[in-house]
């Protein structure tokens, strides 16, 4: 329970006594190297038995990832929580992306953050709803840190006053250590107030009685300061009371203070991945390195582009990433595999260096390995929610992001989306006469359905016929005059095949690819020609193989993912295959727009 003071109120305010914790599946496993994934200089006796060792990546709600990772044996374990959680800023975020090749000038919208079950990314929640899922948040990770652990939580000015308080009533007031500020520039905006150019983060730890982690970083003396301070004295010189300046500050310079003068990541042109939120490694290294020791348990639940989990990977650390967003885990997966093959590439004291100020290479890696788990099956319910945004987007409905219950609204009719998965029924109509008569809203409703039941049709006339407001209607995507030529989900296909070289080695090849959904909205590109695809490739992000698949889990074994955007997959692959093995080749494509696609080989 909290304990902090002073305590916030809101309306709906509760204490977080039970959670469910529903069971994770495992979807894919990355292993780069020969190393069998787990580093040999790393103690593992601490990481419960139940789950695989190495690195941890979930998709699904993190207040549901919490949940398994406490029922799993992780209380109390995790060293460092550094947490990003969306900023209440009435953002709208949307993924920007971009065709490859060197002509693969289209840019798209993918798939936005707006959408019911992606809530944390939606950015515009009233105060209640959103200190509330902070709290609950902020509750289990208290239970996941260990006594010597610290958290950093990284806001705005639009909720870090709120935040603060909270962090004081879970944590305690007396577990504050720092408020950062995160100082950068970017191109400035026109307003009338001053341009606001920082972030906070809030630095906390777990319990006061145990020694927490912290390693001094330093930054270079002002010349000013030098020439105030600096001499032979080292100390406090005791007869004058005056501050000398230490041997260790005269050769590394002075400790940090709490300003950290950090470009955003539009200054690190290797790092960018167009992921909307996306932080600079430069950030994330301070405070690791800062709170952390090579093998401990770092903890990122907002993991979006995936940087807390590449920077713990870079420095030694063993890490546990989630998000509830499909396209910050796939985005998150393509760096880290990068990382990893990069550092199994790599030996000894040649390890990749990290940034320019390092002493010496870099901890070795505590895990070249990463699983891929989905928490409460999440992949139904975004493929639903991408059906609701094209059909908002073809009826024209302007979306009601606020609205518990309504999706938008159509002219003067509020718009309810039915699921995609059944056509609408009676049980659907009589919800939304439900929702208009406790709300006495004067306002007609339609109901937008792929499909109806034929007692819909003697539903609406025996509810329509003396109700001069408050009347509902049905548009069919199907079969609508006005509306029934929507665009119906049609999944991306692929050509591969698995064949034998001249020198007998097996290949497999990916000749053909293509994706409608890509192709649609290209089509539908106001303003320009549409671009013409010469080259499938241009619509491939990356391109994992696993040579044994067993139908459920997906284990990489060639990954080709192009480090920029002007290359493109190779498309041909040498592959070894396992002896007698009957396990079929499986080749998984992920589009330019997140869609991914299996396609499996038989073996002869």
């Not at 509902?472 to 991306?492: C, M, Q, T, V």
Request: aromatic letters at 8%.
């Amino acid at each position: 329970a909290a304990k902090g003071r002073p305590m916030l109120s809101w309306v709906g305010k509760r204490p977080l006594r039970e959670v469910r914790a529903f069971p994770a599946q495992l979807i894919e496993r990355f292993n780069a190297g020969d190393s069998g994934g787990i580093g040999s200089d790393v103690d593992w006796s601490d990481w419960p038995d139940r789950c695989e060792r190495g690195g941890l990546l979930f998709h699904g709600d993190n207040k549901e990832v919490l949940a398994h990772l406490l029922s799993s044996g992780f209380r109390g374990k995790v060293d460092l929580v550094y947490i990003d959680p969306p900023f209440d800023s009435g953002a709208d975020y949307v993924r920007r992306v971009q065709l490859r090749g060197a002509s693969g000038t289209a840019r798209l919208d993918g798939e936005t953050y707006t959408l019911g079950e992606q809530i944390q990314y939606t950015d515009i929640w009233a105060n209640d709803t959103y200190l509330q899922f902070m709290y609950e948040r902020l509750l289990l990770l208290k239970e996941l840190l260990a006594d010597s652990g610290s958290i950093f939580l990284h806001c705005d000015s639009a909720k870090g006053h709120y935040l603060r308080a909270l962090m004081d009533e879970v944590f305690g007031p007396e577990k504050f250590l720092n408020e950062i500020i995160w100082s950068y520039r970017r191109w400035p905006s026109d307003t009338d107030a001053y341009q606001s150019m920082h972030d906070t983060i809030l630095y906390y730890v777990n319990r006061v009685s145990s020694k927490h982690t912290f390693h001094r970083h330093y930054e270079e003396a002002s010349a000013s300061y030098m020439k105030r301070f600096g001499g032979k004295t080292q100390r406090l010189d005791e007869e004058t009371g005056t501050r000398k300046i230490t041997s260790e500050e005269a050769t590394r310079g002075m400790p940090l203070r709490d300003v950290w003068d950090l470009s955003i990541v539009a200054g690190f042109k290797a790092e960018r991945t167009a992921y909307p939120t996306q932080k600079p490694e430069a950030l994330l290294k301070r405070i690791i390195e800062g709170s952390s020791n090579p093998g401990d348990i770092v903890l990122d639940c907002f993991i979006g582009s995936g940087t807390t989990a590449v920077v713990a990977q870079k420095l030694g650390r063993r890490w546990i990433g989630a998000d509830i967003n499909k396209g910050a885990i796939q985005t998150t997966v393509k760096r880290l595999a990068g990382v990893m093959e990069e550092q199994a590439a790599a030996s000894g004291s040649e390890q990749q260096r990290f940034l320019t100020d390092d002493d010496g290479a870099p901890p070795s890696p505590a895990q070249l390995s990463f699983s891929t788990w989905r928490v409460n099956d999440y992949d139904l319910q975004i493929q639903h929610n991408e059906a609701v945004n094209l059909a908002c987007e073809h009826l024209g409905v302007e979306r009601t992001k606020t609205d518990p219950f309504f999706d938008g609204s159509l002219g003067r009719q509020l718009v309810k989306i039915v699921a995609f998965n059944h056509p609408a029924t009676p049980l659907d109509l009589q919800a939304a006469a439900h929702e208009l008569e406790v709300r006495d809203d004067e306002r007609d409703a339609v109901l937008v359905a792929l499909g109806r039941e034929l007692a819909c049709e003697r539903w609406l006339e025996d509810y329509n016929r003396h109700r001069p407001i408050n009347k509902l209607a049905i548009i069919e995507l199907r079969s609508d005059p006005k509306y029934g030529k929507f665009f119906e989900h049609r999944p991306a296909s692929a050509r591969v095949s698995l064949e034998t070289d001249a020198d007998g080695s097996p290949c497999v090849r990916v000749t053909d690819f293509i994706s409608p959904s890509i192709l649609e909205r290209l089509s539908s590109t106001e303003g320009v020609l549409a671009p013409q695809i010469s080259d499938w490739r241009s619509m491939v992000d990356s391109v994992m193989i696993d040579t044994a698949y067993d139908g459920e889990v997906f284990n990489v074994v060639v990954a080709d993912i192009p480090e920029r955007k002007t290359e493109v997959v190779v498309g041909e692959y040498r592959v070894e295959l396992p002896p007698g093995a009957a396990l079929p080749v499986a080749v998984k494509i992920t589009d330019m727009l997140g869609e991914e696609v299996i396609e499996v080989i038989p073996r002869e």
